[in-house]
C-alpha cells in the first residue's frame, strides 16, 4: 500500500506545472523594437496616434497583468507561468490598419501569448520580453505623467503655430485636475473629463447648452478662429506628454496643443 500511494504521489506532482512566474515587477514601456523591427514609423494618416507600449502589473511573483497598445489595437491579458499550457490569454481589440502594422501587432501578441522571459536593465531603463523560440520586443521605461500634467497652463502653441495673446488671439487658460480639464478663453469657459491609460488621453467634452439649447457663450463676438480649433483639437485629443521645458504636449489629428505653466 504504501507504495502505490508513493506511485500516485509521484504521478499527481509530475502532472503539476513545474514554471514559476518570473518577477516582472509593475511599470510602463514604449515598444521600440519587435521581432528585429524598429516599431514602424506611421504615415500621416496615423500620426496623432501614440507609439505602442506596454503596462506591467504584478505582486510579488504573481501572475502578470499585461496591458497597452499595440499600434493600432488596445490589447491586455494575464500571464500566469504556473498554469497549464504554453499559451496565455491576450485579447485585443479587432481594427485593421493595414499589413504592415498587423504583423507588428501579430507578433506582439504572439511573444506575450508564449511565456515571454523579461529581464530590465534600469540603468538603461530598457526591458526585453523574449520567448523560448527566440522571438523578442524591447521597450524602454515611460514615466507616468498624469501627475505632472495637473496644474494651470496657457496656450502656447496651437496646430504648430505659436499662440500670441492679442485682440484678434484672446488668452485660453487650461486648468487639468485629476479627472476634469477646464479652459477659459475670453468668451467662453469650456469643460472635459479625461482619462489616460499610459501615453493615450481620452475627452469627453462636457455640455455648455442653456436651458434654452444655445452654446454658453459670453461674449457678443462668438467663437473666434483659434477657439474653434483649440475645442476641435481637444475634442479628438489621443495622446499627451511631458516635454524637456516642462510644457505640456496634447497631440490631435486636428491639430497639437502646447501648453505651458500659467
Known amino acids: 500500500m504504501p507504495i502505490i500511494m508513493l506511485i500516485l504521489f509521484l504521478l499527481l506532482v509530475s502532472c503539476l506545472p513545474q514554471e514559476k512566474n518570473p518577477v516582472a515587477g509593475s511599470g510602463m514601456w514604449e515598444i521600440t523594437n519587435v521581432a528585429g523591427q524598429p516599431v514602424l514609423e506611421y504615415?500621416?494618416?496615423?500620426?496623432?496616434?501614440?507609439r505602442p507600449y506596454i503596462t506591467l502589473d504584478q505582486i510579488g511573483n504573481g501572475p502578470i497583468t499585461v496591458g497597452g497598445y499595440s499600434g493600432c489595437n488596445n490589447y491586455g491579458g494575464v500571464i500566469d507561468y504556473t498554469?497549464?499550457?504554453?499559451?496565455?490569454?491576450?485579447?485585443?481589440?479587432?481594427?485593421?490598419?493595414?499589413?504592415?502594422?498587423?504583423?507588428?501587432?501579430?507578433?506582439?501578441?504572439?511573444?506575450?501569448?508564449?511565456?515571454?522571459?523579461?529581464?530590465?536593465?534600469?540603468?538603461?531603463?530598457?526591458?526585453?520580453?523574449?520567448?523560448?523560440?527566440?522571438?523578442?520586443?524591447?521597450?524602454k521605461q515611460i514615466v507616468d505623467n498624469r501627475k505632472n500634467i495637473i496644474g494651470q497652463w496657457k496656450v502656447v502653441s496651437l496646430n504648430g503655430v505659436e499662440f500670441?495673446?492679442?485682440?484678434?488671439?484672446?488668452?485660453?487658460?487650461?486648468?487639468i485636475q485629476d479627472t476634469t480639464i477646464k479652459a477659459q478663453s475670453q468668451c467662453i469657459p469650456f469643460s472635459w473629463t479625461y482619462e489616460t491609460q499610459g501615453p493615450k488621453i481620452s475627452l469627453s467634452y462636457a455640455s455648455l447648452i442653456n436651458e434654452n439649447g444655445q452654446l454658453m457663450v459670453t461674449c457678443a463676438r462668438g467663437l473666434?478662429?483659434?477657439?474653434?480649433?483649440?475645442?476641435?483639437?481637444?475634442?479628438?485629443?489621443?495622446?499627451?506628454?511631458?516635454?524637456?521645458?516642462?510644457q505640456v504636449v496634447i497631440t490631435s489629428p486636428?491639430?497639437?496643443?502646447?501648453?505651458a505653466p500659467k
Open 254 to 259: 486636428k491639430g497639437n496643443i502646447i501648453l
Open 224 to 246: 473666434s478662429d483659434h477657439e474653434n480649433k483649440f475645442s476641435d483639437a481637444m475634442d479628438e485629443a489621443t495622446e499627451y506628454t511631458v516635454n524637456d521645458l516642462g
Open 43 to 50: 504615415s500621416s494618416e496615423f500620426k496623432h496616434k501614440p
Open 83 to 139: 498554469q497549464s499550457g504554453d499559451q496565455q490569454n491576450i485579447v485585443s481589440d479587432m481594427m485593421h490598419c493595414g499589413e504592415d502594422i498587423a504583423v507588428q501587432e501579430m507578433n506582439i501578441f504572439y511573444i506575450l501569448s508564449n511565456n515571454p522571459e523579461f529581464s530590465f536593465d534600469y540603468n538603461t531603463k530598457t526591458m526585453w520580453a523574449k520567448t523560448k523560440d527566440g522571438r523578442s520586443f524591447t521597450g
Open 164 to 175: 500670441v495673446e492679442g485682440e484678434d488671439n484672446p488668452y485660453i487658460y487650461v486648468y
